[in-house]
C-alpha cells in the first residue's frame, strides 16, 4: 500500500462514517443560526461574522477527531502498517494530510456561503479565506495529534485538549478581521506552519505509545 492510497482510504473511511460532510453541515448550520440568534441588523452581522465563523471553523474541527485514529487501532490496522514497515510519524503525516483534504477545501467553500450569510465585504471576506486557508493544515495537525493522544480516553477529553491548543490560532485568524491588524496573517502564518511541521512528530510518538 502506497502513500496515496493510504490517503485515499482515510478518505473513504471519513466520507462513509460523516467525517467529512458533518464538520461542513455544522459549520453551515452555526453560520444559518447566528442570525436568528443576533437578529437582522445586517451591520452588527457584519462586525461579528467574521469572527463567529472562525469559532465554528474551530469548533468544526472537533467533530471527526474520534473517527480519525480510534477505528484504526482497533481495527489493527496501525499494528499492520507497522509490520510493513511504515514510520509512525510518516502514518500521522499521511492521516494529516488526508484529514485536510477532507476538511479544509470544503470548509473555504462553505466560508462563502457564510460570509454572504452575513453580507461580509469582500475584503473581509478575502482576509477570511486566506486565513481560514492557512489556519486549515494547523487545525487539521493538531485533530490528528489530539486523536492519537486520547485513542483510549474518548471524545470528551479530545475536545478539552485541542480547544487551549487552538487558541493562538484562533486569536491570530480572527485578529486578522481587524485592518490595523496588519502582522495577523504572518504570525498565523508561522504558528500554522510550526504546528504543521510538529504535529506528525507528536502525533507518531502518540500513536506508537498506542502499541505498547
Not at 1 to 7: D, E, H, K, S
Not at 115 to 123: P, T
Given at each position: 500500500?502506497?502513500?496515496?492510497?493510504?490517503?485515499a482510504?482515510?478518505?473513504?473511511?471519513?466520507?462513509?462514517?460523516?467525517?467529512?460532510?458533518?464538520?461542513?453541515?455544522?459549520?453551515?448550520?452555526?453560520?444559518?443560526?447566528?442570525?436568528?440568534?443576533?437578529?437582522?441588523?445586517?451591520?452588527?452581522?457584519?462586525?461579528?461574522?467574521?469572527?463567529m465563523?472562525?469559532?465554528?471553523?474551530?469548533?468544526?474541527?472537533?467533530?471527526?477527531?474520534?473517527?480519525?485514529?480510534?477505528?484504526?487501532?482497533?481495527?489493527?490496522?496501525?499494528?499492520?502498517?507497522?509490520?510493513?514497515?511504515?514510520?509512525?510519524?510518516?502514518?500521522?503525516?499521511?492521516?494529516?494530510?488526508?484529514?485536510?483534504?477532507?476538511f479544509?477545501?470544503?470548509?473555504?467553500?462553505?466560508?462563502?456561503?457564510?460570509?454572504?450569510?452575513?453580507?461580509?465585504?469582500?475584503?473581509?471576506?478575502?482576509?477570511?479565506?486566506?486565513?481560514?486557508?492557512?489556519?486549515?493544515?494547523?487545525?487539521?495537525?493538531?485533530?490528528?495529534?489530539?486523536?492519537?493522544?486520547?485513542?483510549?480516553?474518548?471524545?470528551?477529553?479530545?475536545?478539552?485538549?485541542?480547544?487551549?491548543?487552538?487558541?493562538?490560532?484562533?486569536?491570530?485568524?480572527?485578529?486578522?478581521?481587524?485592518?490595523?491588524?496588519?502582522?495577523?496573517?504572518?504570525l498565523?502564518?508561522?504558528?500554522?506552519?510550526?504546528?504543521?511541521?510538529?504535529?506528525?512528530?507528536?502525533?507518531?510518538?502518540?500513536?506508537?505509545?498506542?502499541?505498547?
Open positions: 500500500m502506497n502513500a496515496v492510497r493510504l490517503i482510504r482515510d478518505l473513504r473511511l471519513a466520507w462513509r462514517g460523516g467525517g467529512l460532510w458533518l464538520p461542513v453541515l455544522f459549520f453551515l448550520g452555526v453560520a444559518i443560526l447566528y442570525p436568528f440568534a443576533v437578529g437582522p441588523d445586517l451591520k452588527l452581522l457584519r462586525a461579528t461574522g467574521g469572527a465563523l472562525w469559532i465554528a471553523a474551530l469548533l468544526a474541527a472537533l467533530l471527526p477527531i474520534e473517527r480519525l485514529v480510534r477505528p484504526d487501532l482497533e481495527s489493527g490496522h496501525l499494528d499492520q502498517l507497522a509490520l510493513r514497515g511504515w514510520a509512525d510519524e510518516t502514518i500521522a503525516a499521511l492521516k494529516i494530510a488526508a484529514h485536510w483534504l477532507g479544509g477545501p470544503p470548509l473555504l467553500v462553505a466560508t462563502v456561503i457564510g460570509g454572504a450569510l452575513f453580507d461580509l465585504d469582500g475584503d473581509t471576506l478575502g482576509t477570511l479565506l486566506a486565513g481560514l486557508a492557512i489556519a486549515t493544515p494547523a487545525l487539521a495537525a493538531l485533530s490528528v495529534t489530539i486523536a492519537a493522544l486520547t485513542a483510549r480516553a474518548g471524545g470528551g477529553a479530545a475536545g478539552l485538549m485541542l480547544l487551549p491548543l487552538a487558541i493562538p490560532v484562533l486569536i491570530f485568524g480572527a485578529g486578522s478581521l481587524d485592518p490595523t491588524a496588519a502582522g495577523a496573517l504572518p498565523l502564518a508561522a504558528v500554522s506552519l510550526g504546528l504543521t511541521v510538529l504535529a506528525p512528530f507528536a502525533a507518531g510518538a502518540a500513536l506508537r505509545a498506542l502499541r505498547e
